[in-house]
């Protein structure tokens, strides 16, 4: 079936704005990490959604940050008051989580490019 | 603390001379180690885990817990081994399935011909 999706693939905004980067995750997957990678930089976590519900966020850098995946599915990652210190291209996991096998299928990233 | 660290930012090797690219690591725990890797134009994914102990695309990498490293090797490298490389662990005894990974900065391999 179909990777892990992720839109828009490219996001240029103001500062100030609010932004939301949607995720896809491959069918059965109930696992759902979001990451943050800046340039010359290696992954950041961000948050983990386990299902509906979010199992650890202890990664989103501040308040302006939130995510929600209200089915289990489609993921969802709004920042408000967008700075230019958020530009860097987020990805989007997911996984199964049932038995051991637990291998993060990666999305293409959203770069979001904030003016 | 828990980090990953690959010293080497960039490895520039000639086609057939043997690779190596290092990982250490800090864990309070179990840790599951990976190497990721990211050819020009695609998606990140997955090379190697230390818990499967396959060899993939002629790579291998060995848990040494005594030295905390995870290193990446290749007898001969190959043009199209060419990628980033990233590794990476998560902690085995995380609550509620958690698989978070923590990652290195990354090492660009350049295998000239």
């Known amino acids: 079936g179909a990777g892990v999706s992720q839109t828009p693939s490219n996001k240029v905004t103001e500062k100030g704005k609010y932004v939301e980067l949607r995720c896809d995750p491959i069918s059965g997957h109930t696992a759902l990490y979001w990451y943050r990678q800046s340039l010359g930089q290696g992954p950041e976590f961000l948050i983990y959604?386990?299902?509906?519900?979010?199992?650890?966020d202890s990664g989103l850098p501040n308040d302006r940050f939130f995510a929600v995946r209200p089915e289990g599915s489609v993921s969802t990652l709004k920042i408000q008051r967008t700075e230019r210190g958020d530009s860097a291209v987020y990805l989007c996991?997911?996984?199964?989580?049932?038995?051991?096998?637990?291998?993060?299928?990666f999305g293409p990233g959203t770069r979001l490019t904030v003016l | 603390a828990q980090r990953v660290t690959q010293p080497e930012k960039l490895l520039s090797v000639f086609k057939g001379a043997p690779v190596e690219l290092k990982c250490n690591y800090s864990y309070s725990g179990s840790p599951e180690l990976f190497w990721y890797v990211q050819y020009s134009r695609q998606r990140l994914q997955l090379l190697l885990r230390?818990?499967?102990?396959?060899s993939i695309k002629g790579f291998t990498a060995d848990l040494n817990k005594g030295e905390t490293s995870f290193h990446l090797k290749k007898p001969f490298a190959q043009e199209e081994d060419s990628a980033m490389y990233y590794c990476a662990l998560s902690g085995l005894a995380n609550a509620g399935n958690n698989r978070k990974l923590i990652w290195g900065l990354g090492t660009s391999l350049a295998v000239n011909p």
């Open positions: 996991a997911s996984s199964l989580t049932t038995g051991g096998n637990n291998e993060q299928f």
């Open positions: 230390h818990i499967s102990r396959e």
């Open positions: 959604f386990q299902g509906t519900g979010a199992a650890d």
